[in-house]
T-cell receptor, first 109, second 116 residues
Framework: RKEVEQDPGPFNVPEGATVAFNCTYSNSASQSFFWYRQDCRKEPKLLMSVYSSGNEDGRFTAQLNRASQYISLLIRDSKLSDSATYLCSFSGGYNKLIFGAGTRLAVHP | EPEVTQTPSHQVTQMGQEVILRCVPISNHLYFYWYRQILGQKVEFLVSFYNNEISEKSEIFDDQFSVERPDGSNFTLKIRSTKLEDSAMYFC??????????????FGPGTRLTVL
């Protein structure tokens, strides 16, 4: 099983749509989980950390399911500016991040 | 808002040459990292650095690579003899601390390395 798997997409959605991404991980010892956003040829930018109880930041909701070893990201009311690649990541050791290959989102008018 | 900075933004070099990529982490951060991303591929961990020594490194980080914190602000990645396959975007990151898990890491804008 790969360390982390993401659906590469692209997800093509209209403005205002709700879209959800999942990411599975293989290391059951991982303690920290994150969603990063990456625009073309730019650095990953932290979108949100993912907590066991689930957490929300405006239009974004992140969930963690330890039993099934996946995290999810829900984006409500999609904006054109949400178009990017969304990277899931988790702690792969004491202080390194393992990244997924990313899910591409394209929001169209 | 404090941010990680990197120089140069783009480095072109000939195969076999040495390159040094520079990073200035966020000032109160204690952990520093290098990652790389080959075009079209995922971000890969190279090395983490704390208290003036390497705390973890990946299989990619072989003897051709080294890191250094030459002064109180810079953090450098040196590639001794570049290969074509070293062409990638190199990201520096820093975090305030790690407390058993992994603290949030903030990434610099990257240096695009092109080896000819």
């Amino acid at each position: 099983r790969k360390e982390v798997e993401q659906d590469p997409g692209p997800f093509n959605v209209p403005e205002g749509a709700t879209v959800a991404f999942n990411c599975t991980y293989s290391n059951s010892a991982s303690q920290s989980f994150f969603w990063y956003r990456q625009d073309c040829r730019k650095e990953p930018k932290l979108l949100m950390s993912v907590y066991s109880s689930g957490n929300e930041d405006g239009r974004f909701t992140a969930q963690l399911n330890r039993a099934s070893q996946y995290i999810s990201l829900l984006i409500r009311d999609s904006k054109l500016s949400d178009s990017a690649t969304y990277l899931c990541s988790f702690s792969g050791g004491y202080n390194k991040l393992i990244f997924g290959a990313g899910t591409r989102l394209a929001v169209h008018p | 808002e404090p941010e990680v900075t990197q120089t140069p933004s783009h480095q072109v070099t000939q195969m076999g040459q040495e390159v040094i990529l520079r990073c200035v982490p966020i000032s109160n951060h204690l952990y520093f990292y290098w990652y790389r991303q080959i075009l079209g591929q995922k971000v890969e961990f190279l090395v983490s650095f704390y208290n003036n020594e390497i705390s973890e490194k990946s299989e990619i980080f072989d003897d051709q690579f080294s890191v250094e914190r030459p002064d109180g602000s810079n953090f450098t990645l040196k590639i001794r003899s570049t290969k074509l396959e070293d062409s990638a975007m190199y990201f520096c990151a820093s975090s305030e601390q790690t407390s058993g898990g992994t603290d949030t890491q903030y990434f610099g804008p990257g240096t695009r390395l092109t080896v000819l």
